[in-house]
Protein backbone atom coordinates (compact mmCIF):
# COMPACT_ATOMS: atom_id res chain seq x y z
CA UNK A 1 0.00 0.00 0.00
CA UNK A 2 1.51 3.51 -0.95
CA UNK A 3 2.18 5.59 2.24
CA UNK A 4 0.14 8.83 1.91
CA UNK A 5 2.63 10.91 3.07
CA UNK A 6 1.43 14.37 2.26
CA UNK A 7 -2.66 13.32 3.18
CA UNK A 8 -4.31 16.42 5.07
CA UNK A 9 -7.19 16.87 6.38
CA UNK A 10 -8.55 20.22 7.96
CA UNK A 11 -11.49 20.55 10.50
CA UNK A 12 -12.83 23.24 12.32
CA UNK A 13 -13.02 22.35 16.10
CA UNK A 14 -15.86 24.13 17.32
CA UNK A 15 -16.57 25.77 21.26
CA UNK A 16 -19.80 24.71 22.88
CA UNK A 17 -22.37 25.65 25.55
CA UNK A 18 -24.24 24.19 27.75
CA UNK A 19 -27.56 25.17 27.94
CA UNK A 20 -28.77 23.37 30.39
CA UNK A 21 -26.52 21.45 32.66
CA UNK A 22 -27.63 19.76 36.01
CA UNK A 23 -25.77 17.79 38.22
CA UNK A 24 -27.47 14.59 39.63
CA UNK A 25 -24.82 13.85 42.44
CA UNK A 26 -20.96 12.63 43.25
CA UNK A 27 -19.86 9.33 41.93
CA UNK A 28 -17.12 7.40 44.33
CA UNK A 29 -14.52 7.78 41.55
CA UNK A 30 -14.85 11.98 42.70
CA UNK A 31 -16.66 12.69 39.30
CA UNK A 32 -20.46 14.32 38.70
CA UNK A 33 -23.34 12.38 37.30
CA UNK A 34 -24.70 15.30 35.09
CA UNK A 35 -27.17 15.50 32.40
CA UNK A 36 -26.37 18.31 29.98
CA UNK A 37 -27.84 19.74 26.63
CA UNK A 38 -24.72 21.07 24.75
CA UNK A 39 -24.89 22.90 21.78
CA UNK A 40 -21.95 23.81 19.19
CA UNK A 41 -21.27 27.64 18.28
CA UNK A 42 -19.77 29.79 15.81
CA UNK A 43 -16.93 30.22 17.10
CA UNK A 44 -13.96 27.60 16.11
CA UNK A 45 -10.52 26.71 16.19
CA UNK A 46 -9.00 25.38 12.99
CA UNK A 47 -6.39 21.96 12.97
CA UNK A 48 -4.95 21.35 10.13
CA UNK A 49 -3.41 17.52 10.29
CA UNK A 50 -0.70 15.84 7.50
CA UNK A 51 0.55 12.47 7.64
CA UNK A 52 4.11 11.71 7.99
CA UNK A 53 6.44 8.61 7.66
CA UNK A 54 6.64 6.09 10.11
CA UNK A 55 8.77 6.91 13.09
CA UNK A 56 8.50 10.26 12.57
CA UNK A 57 6.87 11.76 15.83
CA UNK A 58 3.24 14.19 16.46
CA UNK A 59 4.72 17.56 16.33
CA UNK A 60 2.84 20.36 17.21
CA UNK A 61 2.73 24.44 16.02
CA UNK A 62 0.21 26.84 18.14
CA UNK A 63 -1.09 29.91 15.75
CA UNK A 64 -3.22 32.82 17.33
CA UNK A 65 -3.80 36.28 19.10
CA UNK A 66 -1.73 35.81 22.44
CA UNK A 67 -3.74 35.96 24.92
CA UNK A 68 -5.25 33.02 23.33
CA UNK A 69 -2.26 31.31 23.26
CA UNK A 70 -1.25 32.08 26.94
CA UNK A 71 -0.98 29.21 28.88
CA UNK A 72 -1.85 26.80 26.29
CA UNK A 73 0.92 23.62 26.00
CA UNK A 74 2.77 23.28 22.76
CA UNK A 75 4.61 19.78 24.40
CA UNK A 76 3.03 16.29 24.81
CA UNK A 77 0.65 17.70 26.96
CA UNK A 78 -1.48 19.44 24.64
CA UNK A 79 -4.91 17.58 24.51
CA UNK A 80 -4.20 17.15 20.60
CA UNK A 81 -0.79 15.46 20.86
CA UNK A 82 -2.23 13.38 23.53
CA UNK A 83 -5.45 12.41 21.85
CA UNK A 84 -2.83 11.54 18.32
CA UNK A 85 -1.03 9.56 20.89
CA UNK A 86 -3.82 7.66 22.04
CA UNK A 87 -5.36 7.34 18.36
CA UNK A 88 -1.68 5.70 17.19
CA UNK A 89 -1.56 3.49 20.58
CA UNK A 90 -4.85 2.03 19.72
CA UNK A 91 -4.27 1.23 16.07
CA UNK A 92 -0.77 -0.22 16.67
CA UNK A 93 1.05 2.12 13.94
CA UNK A 94 3.85 4.34 14.16
CA UNK A 95 2.85 6.71 11.61
CA UNK A 96 3.68 10.55 12.45
CA UNK A 97 1.78 13.77 12.36
CA UNK A 98 2.35 17.52 11.96
CA UNK A 99 -0.01 19.69 13.33
CA UNK A 100 -1.27 22.96 12.84
CA UNK A 101 -3.92 24.69 15.60
CA UNK A 102 -4.93 27.76 14.81
CA UNK A 103 -6.71 28.97 18.40
CA UNK A 104 -10.16 31.23 18.84
CA UNK A 105 -11.89 29.85 21.77
CA UNK A 106 -10.82 31.15 24.53
CA UNK A 107 -9.16 28.52 27.65
CA UNK A 108 -10.64 27.56 31.04
CA UNK A 109 -13.95 29.37 29.73
CA UNK A 110 -16.13 26.52 29.80
CA UNK A 111 -16.42 26.70 26.12
CA UNK A 112 -14.44 22.90 25.46
CA UNK A 113 -11.84 24.71 23.30
CA UNK A 114 -9.30 21.52 24.13
CA UNK A 115 -11.63 18.99 24.37
CA UNK A 116 -12.78 20.05 20.77
CA UNK A 117 -9.42 20.18 19.55
CA UNK A 118 -8.85 16.97 20.72
CA UNK A 119 -11.71 15.25 19.16
CA UNK A 120 -10.98 17.13 15.52
CA UNK A 121 -8.05 15.50 15.95
CA UNK A 122 -9.09 11.95 16.70
CA UNK A 123 -11.51 12.71 13.18
CA UNK A 124 -8.77 14.70 11.59
CA UNK A 125 -6.02 11.89 12.50
CA UNK A 126 -8.48 8.44 12.10
CA UNK A 127 -8.60 10.03 8.10
CA UNK A 128 -4.76 10.69 7.31
CA UNK A 129 -3.60 7.73 9.20
CA UNK A 130 -6.39 6.01 6.92
CA UNK A 131 -7.96 4.23 9.83
CA UNK A 132 -11.47 3.86 8.40
CA UNK A 133 -12.97 3.56 12.21
CA UNK A 134 -16.54 4.30 12.83
CA UNK A 135 -17.18 7.75 15.32
CA UNK A 136 -18.12 5.54 18.37
CA UNK A 137 -14.79 3.99 18.29
CA UNK A 138 -13.50 7.49 18.15
CA UNK A 139 -15.70 8.65 20.97
CA UNK A 140 -14.91 5.65 23.21
CA UNK A 141 -10.55 6.50 22.82
CA UNK A 142 -12.19 10.74 23.73
CA UNK A 143 -13.83 9.72 26.60
CA UNK A 144 -11.02 7.99 28.35
CA UNK A 145 -8.87 11.86 27.98
CA UNK A 146 -11.50 13.83 28.79
CA UNK A 147 -15.81 14.07 29.48
CA UNK A 148 -16.54 16.18 26.97
CA UNK A 149 -14.64 14.88 23.70
CA UNK A 150 -17.25 12.35 22.90
CA UNK A 151 -19.55 14.94 22.33
CA UNK A 152 -17.11 17.12 20.11
CA UNK A 153 -15.86 13.90 18.38
CA UNK A 154 -20.24 13.25 17.05
CA UNK A 155 -20.23 16.72 15.93
CA UNK A 156 -17.30 17.44 14.02
CA UNK A 157 -18.10 13.94 12.44
CA UNK A 158 -21.29 14.99 11.66
CA UNK A 159 -22.91 18.02 11.40
CA UNK A 160 -26.34 17.22 12.67
CA UNK A 161 -25.13 16.17 15.60
CA UNK A 162 -24.25 19.45 16.94
CA UNK A 163 -26.53 19.42 19.93
CA UNK A 164 -26.76 16.91 22.65
CA UNK A 165 -27.99 15.41 25.73
CA UNK A 166 -24.75 14.03 27.55
CA UNK A 167 -25.15 11.92 30.52
CA UNK A 168 -22.93 9.79 32.92
CA UNK A 169 -19.77 12.13 33.83
CA UNK A 170 -20.68 13.66 29.94
CA UNK A 171 -19.09 10.92 27.97
CA UNK A 172 -22.71 9.01 26.85
CA UNK A 173 -24.08 11.49 24.31
CA UNK A 174 -27.44 11.43 22.40
CA UNK A 175 -27.87 13.87 19.68
CA UNK A 176 -30.62 16.03 19.38
CA UNK A 177 -32.63 17.90 17.05
CA UNK A 178 -31.82 22.11 16.73
CA UNK A 179 -32.44 24.36 14.51
CA UNK A 180 -29.77 26.33 13.05
CA UNK A 181 -29.25 30.23 13.85
CA UNK A 182 -30.11 31.07 17.19
CA UNK A 183 -28.33 34.19 18.31
CA UNK A 184 -26.12 34.05 21.47
CA UNK A 185 -23.79 36.53 23.18
CA UNK A 186 -21.12 34.98 24.85
CA UNK A 187 -18.67 36.97 26.78
CA UNK A 188 -14.99 35.41 28.51
CA UNK A 189 -14.40 37.95 31.03
CA UNK A 190 -10.45 38.43 31.88
CA UNK A 191 -9.71 35.76 33.84
CA UNK A 192 -10.49 32.32 33.44
CA UNK A 193 -11.83 28.65 35.85
CA UNK A 194 -10.05 25.42 35.97
CA UNK A 195 -13.07 22.39 35.93
CA UNK A 196 -11.29 20.70 38.16
CA UNK A 197 -11.82 23.69 40.77
CA UNK A 198 -14.78 25.11 40.23
CA UNK A 199 -16.43 20.97 40.89
CA UNK A 200 -14.54 20.76 43.31
CA UNK A 201 -16.19 23.89 45.11
CA UNK A 202 -18.93 22.17 44.58
CA UNK A 203 -21.85 21.58 47.30
CA UNK A 204 -24.89 18.95 47.52
CA UNK A 205 -27.12 22.46 48.19
CA UNK A 206 -26.37 23.85 44.80
CA UNK A 207 -27.98 21.18 43.11
CA UNK A 208 -30.79 19.66 46.06
CA UNK A 209 -34.28 19.07 44.69
CA UNK A 210 -32.87 18.13 40.92
CA UNK A 211 -34.85 14.34 41.48
CA UNK A 212 -38.12 16.53 40.18
CA UNK A 213 -38.45 17.93 37.08
CA UNK A 214 -35.99 17.08 34.00
CA UNK A 215 -35.22 20.57 32.88
CA UNK A 216 -32.41 19.32 30.47
CA UNK A 217 -35.12 17.43 28.63
CA UNK A 218 -37.43 20.53 28.53
CA UNK A 219 -34.21 22.62 26.74
CA UNK A 220 -34.09 20.04 24.23
CA UNK A 221 -37.55 20.14 23.61
CA UNK A 222 -37.17 23.96 23.10
CA UNK A 223 -34.33 23.79 21.18
CA UNK A 224 -35.97 21.15 18.72
CA UNK A 225 -38.45 23.40 17.99
CA UNK A 226 -36.31 27.01 17.90
CA UNK A 227 -38.12 28.65 20.33
CA UNK A 228 -35.64 31.20 21.96
CA UNK A 229 -38.01 32.53 24.81
CA UNK A 230 -39.06 28.76 25.83
CA UNK A 231 -34.97 28.02 26.03
CA UNK A 232 -34.73 31.01 27.87
CA UNK A 233 -36.71 29.58 30.49
CA UNK A 234 -34.68 26.32 30.86
CA UNK A 235 -31.64 27.65 31.13
CA UNK A 236 -30.05 25.96 34.04
CA UNK A 237 -26.18 25.49 35.39
CA UNK A 238 -25.62 23.75 38.95
CA UNK A 239 -22.52 24.95 38.56
CA UNK A 240 -22.59 28.31 38.73
CA UNK A 241 -23.07 28.88 42.37
CA UNK A 242 -19.64 27.02 42.69
CA UNK A 243 -18.11 29.25 40.15
CA UNK A 244 -19.36 32.41 41.49
CA UNK A 245 -17.99 31.27 45.13
CA UNK A 246 -14.70 31.11 43.55
CA UNK A 247 -15.01 34.62 41.03
CA UNK A 248 -17.55 36.40 42.94
CA UNK A 249 -16.63 39.13 39.55
CA UNK A 250 -18.77 36.64 37.65
CA UNK A 251 -21.83 38.75 39.73
CA UNK A 252 -20.91 41.93 37.65
CA UNK A 253 -21.38 39.50 34.29
CA UNK A 254 -24.54 38.28 35.00
CA UNK A 255 -25.44 41.95 35.90
CA UNK A 256 -24.36 43.50 32.69
CA UNK A 257 -26.34 41.44 30.84
CA UNK A 258 -29.52 42.10 33.16
CA UNK A 259 -28.87 45.81 32.14
CA UNK A 260 -28.88 44.61 28.87
CA UNK A 261 -32.41 43.24 28.79
CA UNK A 262 -31.42 39.76 28.01
CA UNK A 263 -34.28 37.71 29.04
CA UNK A 264 -32.05 34.36 29.55
CA UNK A 265 -28.34 34.21 30.40
CA UNK A 266 -25.77 32.01 32.89
CA UNK A 267 -22.83 30.61 32.71
CA UNK A 268 -21.38 28.00 30.18
CA UNK A 269 -19.98 24.84 31.80
CA UNK A 270 -17.75 25.67 35.20
CA UNK A 271 -17.28 29.01 33.18
CA UNK A 272 -15.61 31.88 33.08
CA UNK A 273 -17.21 32.28 30.27
CA UNK A 274 -21.18 33.93 30.53
CA UNK A 275 -24.12 33.62 27.59
CA UNK A 276 -27.07 35.14 27.22
CA UNK A 277 -30.19 34.25 24.27
CA UNK A 278 -31.29 36.59 22.04
CA UNK A 279 -34.44 36.83 19.66
CA UNK A 280 -32.94 38.35 16.56
CA UNK A 281 -29.22 38.26 14.95
CA UNK A 282 -29.69 42.39 15.58
CA UNK A 283 -30.37 42.82 19.17
CA UNK A 284 -27.84 39.95 19.49
CA UNK A 285 -25.26 42.45 18.16
CA UNK A 286 -26.47 45.86 19.58
CA UNK A 287 -26.22 43.86 22.97
CA UNK A 288 -22.85 42.71 22.46
CA UNK A 289 -22.04 46.38 21.42
CA UNK A 290 -23.35 47.47 25.19
CA UNK A 291 -21.71 44.94 27.17
CA UNK A 292 -18.14 45.86 25.27
CA UNK A 293 -18.35 49.35 26.88
CA UNK A 294 -19.40 47.63 29.86
CA UNK A 295 -15.55 46.01 30.07
CA UNK A 296 -17.22 42.79 31.04
CA UNK A 297 -14.58 40.57 28.69
CA UNK A 298 -14.43 39.43 25.09
CA UNK A 299 -17.23 39.70 23.31
CA UNK A 300 -18.94 38.11 20.42
CA UNK A 301 -22.39 37.48 18.86
CA UNK A 302 -22.59 34.27 16.89
CA UNK A 303 -25.38 31.60 16.57
CA UNK A 304 -26.03 28.02 17.93
CA UNK A 305 -24.92 25.39 15.59
C1 LIG B 1 -18.03 21.37 33.09
C2 LIG B 1 -18.08 20.78 31.71
C3 LIG B 1 -19.52 20.87 31.18
O1 LIG B 1 -19.60 20.52 29.83
O2 LIG B 1 -17.26 21.41 30.73
P1 LIG B 1 -16.16 22.63 30.84
O3 LIG B 1 -16.71 23.72 31.69
O4 LIG B 1 -14.90 22.04 31.40
O5 LIG B 1 -15.99 23.06 29.41
C4 LIG B 1 -17.66 19.26 31.74
O6 LIG B 1 -18.44 18.56 32.69
C5 LIG B 1 -16.20 19.06 32.06
O7 LIG B 1 -15.71 18.12 31.20
P2 LIG B 1 -14.12 18.09 30.80
O8 LIG B 1 -13.64 19.49 30.60
O9 LIG B 1 -13.97 17.13 29.68
O10 LIG B 1 -13.50 17.59 32.14
P3 LIG B 1 -12.56 16.33 32.48
O11 LIG B 1 -11.22 16.60 31.90
O12 LIG B 1 -13.24 15.05 32.15
O13 LIG B 1 -12.50 16.46 34.07
C6 LIG B 1 -11.81 17.51 34.73
C7 LIG B 1 -12.19 17.45 36.19
O14 LIG B 1 -13.54 17.93 36.37
C8 LIG B 1 -14.23 17.16 37.34
N1 LIG B 1 -15.41 16.54 36.71
C9 LIG B 1 -15.53 16.48 35.35
C10 LIG B 1 -16.66 15.95 34.76
C11 LIG B 1 -17.67 15.44 35.60
N2 LIG B 1 -18.78 14.89 35.10
N3 LIG B 1 -17.54 15.50 36.94
C12 LIG B 1 -16.43 16.05 37.52
O15 LIG B 1 -16.33 16.12 38.74
C13 LIG B 1 -13.25 16.13 37.88
O16 LIG B 1 -12.67 16.70 39.03
C14 LIG B 1 -12.21 16.04 36.77
O17 LIG B 1 -10.94 15.68 37.28
N1 LIG C 1 -5.60 22.31 22.64
C1 LIG C 1 -5.79 22.93 23.80
N2 LIG C 1 -6.44 24.10 23.83
C2 LIG C 1 -6.70 24.71 25.01
N3 LIG C 1 -6.28 24.25 26.20
C3 LIG C 1 -5.63 23.08 26.23
C4 LIG C 1 -5.36 22.39 25.04
N4 LIG C 1 -4.71 21.26 25.37
C5 LIG C 1 -4.57 21.27 26.70
N5 LIG C 1 -5.10 22.36 27.24
C6 LIG C 1 -5.16 22.64 28.69
O1 LIG C 1 -6.47 22.24 29.11
C7 LIG C 1 -7.08 23.23 29.92
C8 LIG C 1 -8.61 23.17 29.70
O2 LIG C 1 -8.92 23.38 28.33
P1 LIG C 1 -9.91 24.56 27.92
O3 LIG C 1 -9.99 24.69 26.45
O4 LIG C 1 -9.49 25.75 28.70
O5 LIG C 1 -11.29 23.97 28.46
P2 LIG C 1 -12.54 24.66 29.17
O6 LIG C 1 -12.53 26.12 28.84
O7 LIG C 1 -13.71 23.96 28.55
O8 LIG C 1 -12.39 24.35 30.63
C9 LIG C 1 -6.42 24.55 29.50
O9 LIG C 1 -6.43 25.48 30.53
C10 LIG C 1 -5.02 24.11 29.08
O10 LIG C 1 -4.11 24.16 30.17
Not at 167 to 196: I, N
Amino acid sequence: MPLSASLTCRLDAPAKLNLCLELLGRRDDGFHHLRSLMATIGLRDTLRVTAEAPGSPVTLKLLGAPHLTRGVPTDGSNLVVRALESLRQEAQIDRGASVQLTKRVPSQAGLGGGSSDAAAALVAGAHVWELGWPRERLMEIGGRLGSDIPFFVAAIADRRRRAAVVAGRGEQVTPTPWVAGLPVVVVKPAGGLSTAAVYGRCQPEDYAGVEGRDRTNDAATALASGDWRRLATTLRNHLQPAAVRLAPWLEGVRRAFDRCGCAGHQLSGSGSAYFGLFPTMSEARRAAVRLRALRVGQTLATTIG
